[in-house]
């Protein structure tokens, strides 16, 4: 937890990573940057899809509806974050020379595309049609 | 760093696309977001709505564009924290805004 905490504050106090271990060669970085931006562009396909289902199903009952956009902006939100949060940790092991951070994300993260999926079957399974 | 060292893997040309492809998408979602605030009518609330969408695109937009210059140069400075936390920062408004619109 104190770990997550640190690694919270290094999001506010940029010059701070800078000033540990030393600078890896820039394609490193460069890659994790591009790893970032992977995450940022799934965040930005599920905040998309959430529009999408609000916009573009409107036969579909008011709850289900917006359960199902909520599903999808929380889950983008969390992308986000979780994308700053990895960069950073990356980062910083990369500068300290340590091991690459591991993550529960990614099958966190599956799971609930999942269960969405899954909500759409069922929608379909048994009609739209909401009032 | 000299031309004989040049980098093969073409990173910076690669980071550069990266950024591209998620302004796009980037736009896509603020154009959504827009449609979103339009279709409510114009009132108040829809046009501090579709301004504050802009504003997250915007700002998006100014990060990737002080990288996409940044990839010019010989050995590219690494991403600051502070675009980092921009441009997730832009992505988590506009997600804010669609739960904002839903109710």
């Known amino acids: 937890m104190s770990e997550f905490v640190r690694g919270l504050r290094l999001w506010f106090a940029p010059e701070r990573i800078r000033e540990e271990g030393d600078t890896p060669d820039y394609r490193f970085s460069l890659a ?51 994308a700053v949060n990895h960069w950073v940790r990356c980062e910083r092991a990369m500068r300290r020379g340590e091991d690459l951070p591991s993550s529960r994300f990614p099958a966190l993260l599956s799971l609930v595309v999942a269960l969405v999926a899954l909500a759409m079957v069922v929608v379909v399974l048994f009609g739209w049609e909401g009032r | 760093m000299s031309a004989a060292e040049r980098d093969p893997g073409l990173q910076p040309e690669r980071t550069r696309l990266a950024w591209r492809r998620t302004t796009l998408a980037c736009t896509v979602v603020a154009l959504l977001a827009v449609r979103q605030a339009l279709h409510g009518g114009s009132t108040g609330a829809g046009v501090l709505a579709v301004a504050l969408s802009l504003l997250a695109w915007l700002g998006f937009l100014g990060v990737a564009h002080r990288r996409v210059t940044g990839m010019g140069a010989a050995r590219p400075d690494p991403l600051s924290p502070r675009h980092a936390l921009t441009a997730a920062a832009c992505t988590v408004l506009l997600a804010v805004f669609a739960v904002a619109t839903l109710f």
């Open chain 1, 32 to 82: 994790n940057e591009r790893t970032f931006l992977a995450w940022i562009r799934t965040a930005l396909a599920l905040i998309g899809g959430g529009f999408a289902v609000d916009q573009f199903l409107p036969g579909l009952a008011w709850g289900i509806r917006a359960g199902l956009a909520l599903g999808l902006l929380a889950a983008g939100v969390l992308c986000a974050l979780r």
